[in-house]
C-alpha cells in the first residue's frame, strides 16, 4: 500500500527556513503527471488547512499567510515535493501533512502521517 513518507520538520526559531520534502513509499500507478502535490497543515484546535499546491506544468497555489515566504516545488523524476518555508513565524507552528491528488484514472487522495513544525523562540 502507498505511503506518503515526509522528512524535514523540527523545533526552529522565528525566521529562520525549513525545507520539508514528501515521496510515496512505492510508486503509484498511474501518471505522475496527472497528481496534484500539496501541503497542508494543523495547528492544535484548529481545522487542517491548504499551505500551498503545484500542478504538474508548475501552477501554485498558495494560502495568503504564507505568500511570499514559502515556495512548493515538485520533481517528477523522484516522485517527491518540497516546502520551502523561510522567515518562519510561531502562527507556523503545526503539523504539516503532505498530499498527493491523483486525478487520472480515478479521483484519489494519498495523504503522508504528518511531520512537526514549531517555530518557538
Known amino acids: ?9 523540527g523545533l526552529v526559531q522565528p525566521g529562520e527556513s525549513l525545507t520539508l520534502s514528501c515521496a510515496p513509499s512505492i510508486t503509484i500507478a498511474g501518471s ?9 497543515r494543523q495547528a ?8 500551498a499546491s503545484v ?4 501552477t501554485t497555489n ?3 499567510s504564507v505568500k511570499g515566504r514559502f515556495t ?3 520533481n517528477n523524476a523522484k516522485n517527491t515535493v518540497y516546502l520551502q518555508m ?4 510561531p502562527e507556523d507552528t503545526a503539523v504539516y501533512y503532505c498530499n498527493f491528488h491523483q486525478t487520472y484514472p ?9 511531520t512537526q513544525v514549531t517555530v518557538s523562540s
Open 44 to 51: 492544535p484546535g484548529k481545522q487542517r488547512e491548504l499551505v
Open 86 to 89: 523561510n522567515s518562519l513565524k
Open 55 to 58: 500542478w504538474n506544468g508548475g
Open 106 to 114: 480515478m479521483a484519489y487522495d494519498y495523504w503522508g502521517q504528518g
Open 72 to 74: 512548493i516545488s515538485r
Open 1 to 9: 500500500q502507498v505511503q506518503l513518507v515526509e522528512s524535514g520538520g
Open 32 to 40: 505522475i503527471f496527472s497528481i496534484l502535490m500539496g501541503w497542508y
Open 62 to 64: 498558495y494560502a495568503d
